[in-house]
């Protein structure tokens, strides 16, 4: 396929409602933060083509924003297929987000094969005031599931990137293995490729 950028990359965002999943995404692809609050209805796409700041590599990504709420969890899994990195997000002020988090990797090891995954606890913007879960717990989910780890704000932005710019990274080291005798090969891919769990290399 010809395209004017080195990847596709299609991106999911799962966790509880109201962990702001939405304005995350919107920070990223708009750079604003919007404090309107309006719960995501079934899911919503988004895409933005980026330049990987360490590799000038481009990629349009493809984002699905899906609702957390209860009643659209079965839904969720249907938009797992062809997903190749995954964005898992808990409120750091709020615990039941955080307890929230063993259904939600159950309900991605149940549905996919071993694919990168960033864990980004939000609303690290509020944590002087109002913070609930520290960052040991956080780093230690993480660690035990062999995610990537950043605790960020939609609200000011702290660490929005990074942790895509991140996911980014993992994803595309896992697409380039097969074919890690070829740097300069040009890939266009929606293909899960069975991944090997890999440790943060590239944070
Ligand atoms: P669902 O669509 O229902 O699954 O929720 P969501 O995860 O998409 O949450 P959303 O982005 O809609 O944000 C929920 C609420 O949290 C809104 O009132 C946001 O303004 C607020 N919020 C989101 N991100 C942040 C943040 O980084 N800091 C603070 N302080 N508030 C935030
Ligand atoms: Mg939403």
């Not at 609050?37 to 990987?52: A, M, R």
Request: charged residues 25%.
């Amino acid at each position: 396929i010809q395209s004017s950028f080195d990847y596709f990359l299609k991106i999911i965002i799962i966790g509880d409602t109201g962990v702001g999943k939405s304005n995350f995404l919107y920070r990223f692809i708009h750079g604003k933060f919007n404090r309107l609050y309006q719960p995501t209805i079934g899911i919503d796409y988004k895409s933005k083509i980026i330049v990987l700041p360490k590799t000038k590599q481009n990629i349009k990504l493809q984002f699905w924003d899906t609702a957390g709420e209860e009643r659209y969890r079965s839904l969720n899994k249907l938009y797992f297929q062809r997903v190749q990195g995954i964005i898992l997000m808990y409120d750091i002020t709020n615990r039941e987000s955080f307890e929230g988090l063993g259904e939600w990797t159950k309900l991605i090891y149940d549905n996919l094969d071993s694919i990168p995954i960033v864990l980004v606890g939000n609303k690290l913007d509020d944590a002087d005031e109002n913070r609930i879960v520290t960052i040991e717990e956080g780093q230690s989910f993480a660690d035990e599931n062999n995610l990537i780890f950043f605790e960020a704000s939609a609200l000011n932005g702290k660490n929005v990137n990074n942790s895509i710019y991140c996911l980014c990274e993992k994803i595309i080291s896992h697409l380039n293995k097969p074919l890690s005798f070829n740097v300069n090969v040009s890939l266009i891919s929606n293909d899960i490729i069975d991944n090997k769990k890999n440790k943060k290399f590239c944070c």
